[in-house]
């Protein structure tokens, strides 16, 4: 059921705010995607993260659709000063990506890929997993550095360092990325790459987020398959010396 009266909701003091209709509906008329409340259609899947024994509740989530709908959601937060997180693939195993009866932006709307095949670079949205990201870069026969599993969020893990299959072969995931787009605190969109605004580009490539709500990364690609080999090599027991010596030699 959708609130009518206003909220109220966790402040960064580790107070709480009251926010009336009247600015709900203002933040709403600024964003394009919807304000979910508790109990809405989708609410159940908006809070729904990997470790399921975090039992941490938002008060209001945020779909946005682009770095538009973020910076409108960052000045309502900054202006309010309300407690909020960001939502990538909700993998972050203490939950990280929910702000306990705060404002929680769940990135899941922005989840596009493009794929420019003749420079090797991708342009991956905040919302994206891994394997929307493998979806789009294979049809070129292209790939960069992500991790293990498929359903984990490009965000977290980027912002966090990232390593996968890949990763001994081309760097980590933040060795691979170019640039990102990226909303401030102050409510600002800016790029950061090598060159401008580097040391938030340093920053961001392990920090692990919170230096700001990334509304793009860009990727460069490396040639991968679309053929691969991979998984256990087993050989019976009684090849063991052979087989070791090999390992040995080779490595
Ligand atoms: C099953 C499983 C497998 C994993 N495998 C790997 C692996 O192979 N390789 C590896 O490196 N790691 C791996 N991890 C760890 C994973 O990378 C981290 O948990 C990471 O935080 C998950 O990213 P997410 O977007 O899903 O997380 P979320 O929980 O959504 O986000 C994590 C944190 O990132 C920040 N964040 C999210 N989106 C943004 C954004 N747009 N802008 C700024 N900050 C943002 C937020 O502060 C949030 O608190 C794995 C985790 C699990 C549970």
């Given at each position: ?12 003091d ?7 209709q ?5 933040l709403?008329?600024?964003?394009e ?12 899947d908006?809070?729904l993260?990997?470790?399921?024994t975090?039992a ?55 989840r ?5 095949p ?11 997993l891994?394997?929307d ?10 790939a ?10 490009v965000a977290?893990?980027?912002l966090?360092?990232g390593?996968?299959y ?8 933040v ?47 490396h ?11 087993l ?6 010396d ?7 030699d080779?490595?």
């Amino acid at each position: 059921m959708r609130a009518t009266t206003g909220i109220r909701i966790a402040s960064l003091d580790g107070g709480t705010v009251e926010v009336t209709q009247g600015e709900l509906d203002t933040l709403d008329a600024r964003v394009e995607g919807p304000l979910v409340h508790p109990g809405d259609e989708g609410w159940d899947d908006a809070v729904l993260i990997w470790n399921r024994t975090v039992a941490k509740v938002p008060a209001l989530i945020v779909q946005p659709t682009s770095a538009r709908d973020v910076t409108a959601a960052v000045d309502f937060a900054r202006r309010g000063g309300i407690l909020m997180s960001i939502k990538g693939g909700g993998h972050n195993i203490a939950g990280t990506s929910l702000a306990e009866r705060g404002l929680t932006l769940d990135m899941s709307r922005m989840r596009r890929v493009t794929v420019d095949p003749d420079v090797r670079l991708a342009n991956v949205g905040p919302g994206c997993l891994l394997r929307d990201v493998d979806r789009a870069t294979q049809e070129h026969g292209l790939a960069t550095v992500l991790g293990f599993v498929s359903e984990t969020g490009v965000a977290g893990l980027t912002l966090g360092g990232g390593f996968g299959y890949l990763t001994r072969r081309f760097g980590w995931a933040v060795d691979n990325l170019e640039e990102v787009e990226i909303v401030t605190a102050a409510g600002e969109t800016v790029v950061a790459n090598r060159e401008t605004n580097a040391e938030l580009f340093w920053g961001l490539r392990g920090g692990g987020g919170n230096l700001g709500v990334v509304t793009r990364f860009t990727f460069r690609l490396h040639e991968v398959g679309p053929t691969i080999t991979g998984g256990l090599i087993l050989w019976s027991a009684d090849r063991a010396d052979e087989v070791l010596r090999t390992y040995r030699d080779l490595t």
